[in-house]
């Protein structure tokens, strides 16, 4: 997998893209590597668990209507591009004779309302067919406006942890922070250590 620097035209807009390439075997049995990147690069921009698995399904769609028609021994080549909270997939094939789904067929009503929106492009010259999908994060920054906001597990686990311990004269005492203490502040510590030493 080749992560590109994003282009000049990219840093004329608000947000720079990244770009990543990634080329497999033209068979089944590798779709899953497309599929577990593209839910990786969309955990990135913050999408929910029902956009992520929107975009798995998109992208299986998209490389099983490609694969049909591979060239025996090619590659399915899949080109990712991250910028701001959209995420474009582009899938590529090697075929003889390149088709796309049809835009009244049952399998573009699929990976639109899986994807939102998609495109195709057939190159009978390069004896190529690709199928694009652009996905945007509806929820993406909505639901954190704040630099502090909790963005992983990670970062919730350790946030409850941090109310567990909060002093009272930082924010007052949280609901989590009584419950742990037993509505007794967080000074009990050195009153422990006095009587201790007593």
Request: hydrophobic share 35%; aromatic share 2%; proline share 5%.
């Amino acid at each position: 997998m080749t992560e590109v620097p994003h282009s000049a035209e990219a840093e004329q807009g608000d947000q720079d893209s990244d770009v990543v390439e990634l080329g497999v075997p033209a068979r089944t049995a590798y779709v899953s590597v497309l599929r577990t990147t593209a839910a990786a690069l969309a955990a990135r921009l913050d999408f929910t668990l029902d956009e992520i698995e929107d975009l798995r399904i998109a992208v299986d769609e998209a490389s099983a209507l490609l694969l049909h028609q591979a060239v025996a021994g090619s590659q399915l080549q899949c080109r990712f591009e991250l910028a701001g909270d959209e995420l474009t997939v582009a899938v590529t094939v090697h075929s003889r004779n390149p088709r796309v789904p049809a835009r009244n067929s049952f399998s573009w009503t699929v990976l639109t309302a899986l994807a939102g929106h998609v495109d195709t492009l057939v190159e009978p010259e390069h004896q190529r067919a690709t199928v694009t999908l652009t996905k945007r994060g509806e929820t993406a920054g909505l639901a954190h406006p704040s630099g502090s906001a909790v963005r992983t597990l990670d970062d919730a686990r350790s946030q409850r942890s941090r109310g567990h311990r909060k002093h009272t004269g930082e924010s007052g005492t949280s609901p989590e922070g009584n419950a742990a203490s037993g509505g007794t502040s967080a000074e009990l510590p050195p009153r422990g250590r006095g009587a201790a030493e007593k």
